[in-house]
T-cell receptor, first 115, second 117 residues
């Protein structure tokens, strides 16, 4: 079974631009969560999507948004990029994070650098 | 609000020895879940072990075991017979479910463990 894939793996953007990251979950997984990982703040939960609906949300500004498609693939968008948005963005999928809360399978991440 | 503290930013251990990573958390909740995740260098994060707060028995997964002290709000990870492949960043995480499918997941800052040959 293929694992969680994220594209692109590396991205360099300029302040003020917007960016879209993509995550393809493991086949059959319906829950997709996004995390931001930085050396200073560590790993922070952004949001979770299930059946095309945002079900849970962390404490990030509205510049961070996402969506999920009918095939469970998910995208995350960051508008008006700031230098502080430079981070590793991780995606994780699970069958249903509420019913199967233990097993979240992580992707390799997208390394975003904002200059 | 829940907070998770990993007081050891870095640790090292000799191969085949035992090491314990500490994690404390602060919550007023009674029912929750705790996890240890492992993130090897340039590799994907994986779940190492999990513990339900309502279970008194400490979770064990092969060479990995936890010491869960609910009253002290402590959740340490013990790695026995350390192997070079255990070198990784280890994250402690706290999850609280709020009825239905709503939850809050909080991670510690991580402990970088290096296993030396």
């Amino acid at each position: 079974k293929a694992g969680v894939t994220q594209t692109p793996r590396y991205l360099i953007k300029t302040r003020g631009q917007q960016v879209t990251l993509s995550c393809s979950p493991i086949s059959g997984h319906r829950s997709v969560s996004w995390y931001q990982q930085t050396p200073g703040q560590g790993l922070q939960f952004l949001f979770e999507y299930f059946s095309e609906t945002q079900r849970n949300k962390g404490n990030f500004p509205g510049r961070f948004s996402g969506r999920q498609f009918s095939n469970s693939r998910s995208e995350m968008n960051v508008s008006t990029l700031e230098l502080g948005d430079s981070a590793l963005y991780l995606c994780a999928s699970s069958l249903d994070v509420a019913m199967d809360i233990y097993e979240q399978y992580f992707g390799p991440g997208t390394r975003l650098t904002v200059t | 609000a829940q907070t998770v503290t990993q007081s050891q930013p870095e640790m090292s251990v000799q191969e085949a020895e035992t090491v314990t990573l500490s994690c404390t958390y602060d919550t007023s909740e009674n029912n929750y879940y705790l996890f240890w995740y492992k993130q090897p260098p340039s590799r994907q994060m994986i779940l190492v072990i999990r513990q339900e707060a309502y279970k008194q028995q400490n979770a064990t997964e092969n060479r990995f075991s936890v010491n869960f002290q609910k009253a002290a709000k402590s959740f340490s990870l013990k790695i026995s017979d350390s192997q070079l492949g255990d070198t990784a960043m280890y994250f402690c995480a706290f999850m609280k479910l709020y009825g239905g499918s709503n939850y809050k997941l909080t991670f510690g800052k991580g402990t970088l463990l290096t296993v030396n040959p």
